[in-house]
């Protein structure tokens, strides 16, 4: 059974730092393309990076450039993301998801989500 | 940036009918456009990838169509457990996006 799971989300003061991490399992991580989506309270959907599985591409959403970082530990299995400077703007609901093997770029298994609070 | 623009915002039927749900794209993404289904206090699901191919396990009661720039993803026969926002998404170019979601009430 694939499997995701994130961790690390919390309360943090604007222009503060988190690093989620999603723990995969059930399928061989370092075969599949991998995204991080958040989704605002109450809100839609957001894609905001997204990682090769040889690490050689990483694309980011306008959104997040210069401040997240994506990354990948294929020996543990484990994806990333690195949030830096942080903003009030980014408190949401943070899933990693796995995207299909062919053709790349839709989301066919997600986590339950990490939930980040940015806020003074 | 292709923008999706889902309507309508809310879809309120009944179970046993049809619902047809509209995903229009600011420019052409070819047939790249998916069909996610989330319901309440759940991550998205995949339902249909490339506008008309089902995803694995996904019931025949759903299904996908159109190209370029109008997608509808239609649930035929719906039940009570077919509540859900439903996003579509493209992959067309970067950056990816998604629509703001059409709600589907069931009466």
């Known amino acids: 059974e694939v499997r995701l799971v994130e961790s690390g989300g919390g309360s943090v003061q604007p222009g503060g730092s988190l690093r989620l991490s999603c723990e995969a399992s059930?399928?061989?991580?370092?075969?599949?393309?991998m995204t991080w989506v958040r989704q605002l309270p109450g809100k839609g959907l957001e894609w905001i990076s997204y990682?090769?599985?040889?690490?050689?591409?990483?694309t980011y959403a306008d959104s997040v450039r210069g401040r997240f970082t994506i990354f990948r530990d294929n020996a543990k299995n484990s994806l990333y993301l690195q949030m830096n400077s942080l903003r009030v703007e980014d408190t949401a609901l943070y899933y990693c998801?796995?995207?299909?093997?062919?053709?790349?770029?839709?989301?066919?298994?997600w986590g339950q989500g990490t939930l980040v609070s940015v806020s003074s | 940036e292709i923008v999706l623009t889902q309507s309508p915002a809310t879809l309120s039927l009944s179970p046993g009918e049809r619902a047809s749900l509209s995903c229009r794209a600011s420019?052409?993404?070819?047939?790249?456009l998916a069909w996610y289904q989330q319901k309440p206090g759940q991550a998205p699901r995949l339902l249909i990838f490339?506008?008309?191919n089902r995803a694995t396990g996904i019931p025949p009661r759903f299904s996908g169509s159109g190209s370029g720039t109008d997608f509808t993803l239609t649930i035929s026969n719906l039940e009570p457990e077919d509540l859900a926002v439903y996003y579509c998404?493209?992959?067309?170019?970067?950056?990816?996006?998604f629509g703001q979601g059409t709600r589907l009430e069931i009466k």
């Open positions: 998801a796995r995207d299909v093997a062919a053709p790349g770029l839709y989301f066919d298994s």
């Open positions: 059930g399928f061989t991580f370092s075969a599949y393309e």
């Open positions: 990682i090769t599985g040889d690490s050689t591409t990483k």
């Open positions: 420019q052409s993404v070819r047939t790249s």
């Open positions: 490339e506008a008309s």
């Open positions: 998404q493209h992959r067309g170019s970067w950056p990816i996006t």
